[in-house]
T-cell receptor, first 114, second 112 residues
């Protein structure tokens, strides 16, 4: 069966520090991968999505970046965090292809920038 | 790109009553319409979905209806219970299903 791992679960970082969140998927190949951010009490904002290794689409211009060095690995990074980067970050995967399928989410990372 | 609008943003119902949440979408090529439930502090999880070749799907107390002509679909929860309290999100992935954007969410509160 497929599983998705996301870590860490919680993170407190000072303003200006770097960030690296990692997400890995097991049990499937060539998944579509996504990073979302959710502010407290708000919706799911799509940050990045990827349909293959090295293929990253950015939805929101900001100081975050994403990389997909391996088929089932998706990394969210920042060189210098801002206070406004605080939030709940969710990684997700879905099957590729033209027919929509369920999206599976990681447990999420609660990031607090202080 | 796909635009998904979700209403209402908050909904309070008495236990046992029904709740209805509606989403409208813009991409006529969309063919898959899921609904997710997110409990406080947890990850969203799929509760029901429907494909464009059917108009309605039911799973116990939950149902989804789709009107492709009008480009809207709705989540119906009957006989609501306190454990139904959560935030519900719809999605309408565009044809090609690469970029998945969600509706803005509906916070449902079921009052005992």
């Amino acid at each position: 069966s497929q599983t998705i791992h996301q870590w860490p679960a919680t993170l407190v970082q000072p303003v200006g520090s770097p960030l690296s969140l990692e997400c890995t998927v097991e049990g499937t190949s060539n998944p579509n991968l996504y990073w979302y951010r959710q502010a407290a009490g708000r919706g799911l904002q799509l940050l990045f999505y990827s349909v293959g290794i090295g293929q990253i689409s950015s939805e929101v211009p900001q100081n975050l970046s994403a990389s997909r060095p391996q088929d089932r690995q998706f990394i969210l990074s920042s060189k210098k965090l801002l206070l406004s980067d605080s939030g709940f970050y969710l990684c997700a995967w879905s099957g590729g292809g033209l027919s929509g399928t369920e999206a599976f989410f990681g447990q999420g990372t609660r990031l607090t920038v202080v | 790109g796909e635009n998904v609008e979700q209403h209402p943003s908050t909904l309070s119902v008495q236990e046992g009553d029904s709740a209805v949440i509606k989403c409208t979408y813009s991409d006529s090529a969309s063919n898959y319409f899921p609904w997710y439930k997110q409990e406080l502090g947890k990850r969203p999880q799929l509760i029901i979905d429907i494909r464009s070749n059917v108009g309605e799907k039911k799973d116990q107390r939950i149902a989804v209806t789709l009107n492709k002509t009008a480009k809207h679909f709705s989540l119906h929860i009957t006989e609501t219970q306190p454990e139904d309290s959560a935030v519900y999100f719809c999605a309408a992935p565009p044809g090609g299903y690469q970029k998945v954007t969600f509706g803005t969410g509906t916070k449902l509160q079921v009052i005992p």
